[in-house]
Antibody, heavy 123, light 109 residues
Framework: EVQLVQSGAEVKKPGESLKISCKAF????????IGWVRQMPGKGLEWMGL????????RYSPSFQGQVTISADKSTNTAYLQWSSLQASDTAVYYC????????????????WGQGTLVSVSS | EIVMTQSPATLSASPGERVTVSCRAS??????LAWYQQKPGQPPRLLIY???SRATGVPARFSGSGSGTEFALTINSLQSEDFAVYYC???????????FGQGTRLDMK
């Protein structure tokens, strides 16, 4: 069974750095793009970016470009989302998700999701 | 950037009823639209892709329709477990981007 298992909840102070993870199980990690999606408290879903673990190619939403770094380590089947300096407005649940793939290549939707990582930033 | 507009924002219905959620795209996306269901405290779950194809394990009471800029998700004979938030989603090749609708909350009347 395909699984994406995310790291646990984090409580941080403004200005601190953070790296959260998403470990993939039971599929070929290097073939599928992994996306990150933010959900602020009581709000909708916002796409942040994508990473292709096969060659670490990344794509960012303009809203998040320069604000976060997305990466992947194919030796450990793990994708990452990191911040160098957190702000209170980064408080949210962050989901990783696998971009679906078929015979023609990557598709446009996500077919498997991690359980989410709650990041709380407060002084 | 493609803008997705879902309506209504909130929908109240009773078990057994049929409901429809709409999603409009600011430009044509063909049939490249997906629908997700999200329950409180859970990640989203893929329901529909390619506008009308049900994902694995999704009950037949869920159906999708539409193409171009107008899409709909219909749930026939609502079950208690269907009360959730529903999102539509599209993708643009260049510049690459994924856009979600703002969500429709389906509440029990």
């Amino acid at each position: 069974e395909v699984q994406l298992v995310q790291s646990g909840a984090e409580v941080k102070k403004p200005g601190e750095s953070l790296k959260i993870s998403c470990k993939a199980f039971e599929y070929s990690f290097t073939v599928y793009w992994i996306g990150w999606v933010r959900q602020m408290p009581g709000k909708g879903l916002e796409w942040m970016g994508l990473v292709y673990p096969g060659d670490s190619d990344t794509r960012y939403s303009p809203s998040f470009q320069g604000q976060v770094t997305i990466s992947a380590d194919k030796s450990t089947n793990t994708a990452y989302l990191q911040w160098s300096s957190l702000q209170a407005s980064d408080t949210a649940v962050y989901y990783c998700a696998r971009r679906a793939f078929d015979d023609t290549g990557p598709m446009y939707f996500f077919d498997s999701w991690g359980q989410g990582t709650l990041v709380s930033v407060s002084s | 950037e493609i803008v997705m507009t879902q309506s209504p924002a909130t929908l109240s219905a009773s078990p057994g009823e049929r409901v429809t959620v709409s999603c409009r795209a600011s430009q044509s996306v063909g049939e490249n639209l997906a629908w997700y269901q999200q329950k409180p405290g859970q990640p989203p779950r893929l329901l529909i892709y390619d506008a009308s194809s049900r994902a694995t394990g999704v009950p037949a009471r869920f159906s999708g329709s539409g193409s171009g800029t107008e899409f709909a998700l219909t749930i026939n004979s609502l079950q208690s477990e269907d009360f959730a938030v529903y999102y539509c989603q599209v993708y643009k090749n260049w510049p690459p981007g994924i856009t979600f609708g703002q969500g429709t909350r389906l509440d029990m009347k």
